[in-house]
């Protein structure tokens, strides 16, 4: 089943190479989405696929990469667009 989650993830993961690390755990993943850096100091992911590729994605952002000491996350769940084509970095 097709899904969308909203994943904002809180703690020490800016500055540790999160959304880059993200990236290519989604792409190895098979899931279209984004990542972004938040001005309160999170990481919000969104993430549309099959919802065992997401979960998985769910539970490696609850690690993060070395470095990254994840302390929340909030995760949303809702209807896919279909608008991703890959997974992107934004700034």
């Known amino acids: 089943m097709v899904r969308k989650a909203v994943i904002v993830v809180s703690g020490i993961v800016q500055g540790v190479y999160y959304r880059y690390n993200?990236?290519?755990?989604?792409?190895?993943?098979?899931l279209g989405g984004t990542v972004r850096n938040l001005p309160n100091g999170s990481v919000e992911v969104v993430a549309e696929?099959?919802?065992?590729?997401?979960?998985?994605?769910?539970?490696w952002c609850g690690r993060g990469p070395l470095g990254a000491?994840?302390?929340?996350?909030?995760?949303?769940w809702g209807e896919p667009s279909g608008a991703f084509r890959g997974f992107s970095i934004l700034a």
């Open 22 to 30: 993200t990236k290519d755990r989604a792409d190895a993943l098979g």
């Open 69 to 76: 000491r994840v302390y929340r996350m909030d995760v949303k």
């Open 49 to 59: 696929g099959e919802e065992g590729q997401i979960q998985a994605l769910i539970k």
